[in-house]
């Protein structure tokens, strides 16, 4: 599942993510991602962006952590965020890994996210 609110990028990475066999579910709103989680939909792997409208993506993954809504998913922060700040309070919620958009093309971004789950499955 990727969550971003940027309609371009979600299309971009979902269309990456699809052709090298994931099935994937996006959500441009942080929100309307809780509700699907929610109601019994169970990622395998969560792309959250930090910087969203209503609820952020730190608070959104802290939720998640809360209510044991996910406990088995793999969570990588996919953000523009690139502050040691950012990453702390990412890393205090337990995520599997931080990628910044803005120093990585898709490409890379595949390769990452495909290390980061090969190495929490080892």
Same mark, same amino acid.
């Given at each position: ?7 371009? &990028? %979600? ?9 090298? =066999? ?11 991602? &809780?509700?699907?989680?929610?109601? +019994?939909? @169970? !990622?395998?792997? &969560? ?6 409208? +209503?609820?952020? +993506?730190?608070?959104f993954?802290?939720? %998640?952590?809360?209510?044991? %809504?996910? !406990? ?5 922060? &996919? @953000?523009?965020? +690139?502050?040691?700040?950012?990453? =702390? ?7 599997? =890994?931080?990628?910044v958009?803005?120093?990585?093309? !898709?490409?890379?971004? %595949?390769?990452?996210?495909k ?8």
């Open positions: 599942m990727i969550v971003d609110d940027d309609k371009f &990028l %979600l299309d971009m990475y979902s269309l990456k993510f699809s052709k090298t =066999g994931y099935e994937v579910e996006t959500s441009d709103s942080t929100d309307t991602a &809780l509700k699907k989680i929610q109601a +019994g939909y @169970t !990622p395998d792997v &969560l792309l959250v962006d930090i910087v969203m409208p +209503g609820m952020d +993506g730190i608070d993954v802290a939720v %998640l952590r809360k209510e044991k %809504l996910v !406990p088995r998913a793999i969570i990588i922060m &996919l @953000t523009n965020q +690139g502050t040691s700040e950012d990453i =702390g309070h990412s890393q205090k919620l337990d995520v599997d =890994g931080y990628i958009k803005a120093t990585t093309i !898709p490409s890379e971004v %595949l390769e990452q996210v290390k980061i789950c090969a190495s929490k499955k080892a």
